[in-house]
Structure formats: C-alpha cells, structure tokens
C-alpha cells in the first residue's frame, strides 16, 4: 500500500531544489488543467522551487508550454528532447536527443509501423496532437476515441516491440520510438547539463509528480515522489510506485501534494 501525501515529513524535501511532473490526467483533469493545478504550479515558482513537466506530448506543444507556462523548461516525446527560454535574451532553445537526420529517418520507420498498428488494431487512431511530434508515434487508445481494452493496447505494444521500437503506456496514447531513451534518461541530461547538477548524487533535491506506467523510470529513480489518486488504476500493470498517493485525481491531486510539500517549507 503506498503511503497517504499526508504523511510527508519535512526532512524528506529538506533539500527540495525542482519539481519535475506529468502533465496528462497528473496536471489536468479530464483532459483541462483546473485553476488549482496552474496556481500550484506558481506557487512552486514563488517558493523559489523550480519546475519542469516531464511529458509524452509533442514538440510543438512543447514550444508553447516553454515559452507560456511559468516553468523552468520542458522535457517532451518520453525524452526525445528538453526546452527551455533563454531569459537573457528571450529565446527558446532546443536540446535533442537525436540529431536532425536521424529524426527524420526514424519517422519514416514509424510510420510504417502506424500504418500496421490502424490496420491491426481496430478502433485505435494516431493521436489528435501526432502532426506536432518531432520523434515518436502516439497511437490514441482513449483521448479521442472510444476507449480500447487492455488486450488492444498489449497488441499495440507488440507490434512495436516486434519493430524494435520502445514503446509505453500512458494515461490516453502508447508512444512508440526509436531510441535509447526515455523520461528518466532525457531528465538526467537536463539536470546536468542545464542546472550543473548530478541526477544521482543530487537526486533527494527533486520531487516527482505522476500518474501512469510511462512515470516507472522516474518513480524508480527520484526517492521523493508521488502519485495522483487515478494512479491507482494501473496499479497492476506497475512495478515501480511513488513514494506516496494524493487523495484526489488529476490536476486536484496535483494541487494537494504541492500543497503538503510547501506546508513544510
């Protein structure tokens, strides 16, 4: 059973230095971000605590999230790549895991594996923000289409395990890639490279925020860590848990576990 945020202490995020976190159904309910969840998120900022989604959604929402939301940057695809703005002169930068060419040839491969997985999988779709991706494919499972069941979605991950390809699950699409990488790796890179930091060495100043079998790595790696309520429902398919479960689902969850962990600030 996973501890109640309730019982947080103050030692555990003594050392607290960011805050790294999901966006889909972790900050967002049904599919909106609610007023808790983005005042939270400046409430962080103001505690002087720094922010970043750690997210399967595309690069040209990344863009945006980079340049609009009051965070520290953004690492997008499962991995594929972090962003940030250049406060000095007001610029986004870019870091990717791969470089242009082999992007661009690793997309011509998923492609084909999409055009497999629709003829394979009945009732599945390419996800509604797919046109945006820089690097991986998302396979919609129950954003924009009738939800599908576990056996659908197992047979969407085999057909791109037997591609070769990674692949994980969220809470609405299975990304599929190519690639050595995934959210962990991609924001350890970020930690160093970015903050000067070392991901292990360091990794009782962070605090994960998540909700579903693709946040594994993180909640295997980062000790301070929790889950939203909706977590629960995918706890059978999970052998990585948080540290501790908000009471709440989605981005209300979201508010009650910053709310816990600024209460001991």
């Given amino acids: 059973m996973i501890p109640s945020i309730e019982t947080l202490t103050a030692d555990v995020i003594q050392d607290l230095t960011a805050f790294f976190f999901d966006i889909d159904d972790t900050f967002t309910t049904k599919g909106r971000i609610p007023a808790v969840a983005f005042q939270a998120l400046w409430k962080l900022r103001e505690y002087g605590i720094r922010t970043v989604p750690i997210t399967g959604r595309p690069a040209g929402w990344c863009d945006h999230i980079a340049r609009m939301w009051p965070v520290d940057g953004v690492v997008g695809?499962?991995?594929?790549?972090?962003?940030?703005?250049?406060?000095?002169?007001?610029k986004l930068r870019k870091r990717f895991f791969d470089a242009d060419e082999a992007r661009r040839e690793k997309r011509l491969r998923l492609r084909a594996i999409g055009d497999k997985i629709l003829r394979s999988v009945p009732g599945t779709a390419l996800a509604s923000d797919q046109r945006y991706r820089e690097a991986d494919l998302?396979?919609?499972?129950?954003?924009?289409?009738?939800?599908?069941?576990?056996?659908?979605?197992d047979a969407i991950c085999a057909i791109f395990r037997s591609h070769g390809a990674q692949c994980k699950v969220s809470s609405i699409h299975v990304n599929g890639w190519f690639g050595d990488y995934d959210k962990l790796s991609m924001t350890n890179i970020f930690i160093r490279e970015h903050w000067g930091l070392d991901p292990d060495r360091d990794r009782y100043r962070f605090f994960f925020c998540g909700d579903s079998p693709n946040d594994e790595p993180m909640f295997r790696h980062f000790p301070c860590s929790a889950g939203v309520n909706n977590l629960l429902r995918f706890a059978d398919d999970m052998t990585a848990f948080p540290s501790f479960i908000a009471h709440r689902e989605g981005g209300e969850g979201f508010a009650e576990i910053v709310d816990t962990l600024l209460r001991h600030r």
């Fill in 138 to 153: 998302a396979i919609d499972y129950r954003e924009d289409v009738p939800p599908l069941d576990r056996k659908d979605v």
């Fill in 77 to 90: 695809e499962n991995g594929a790549f972090y962003f940030w703005m250049d406060e000095g002169e007001s």
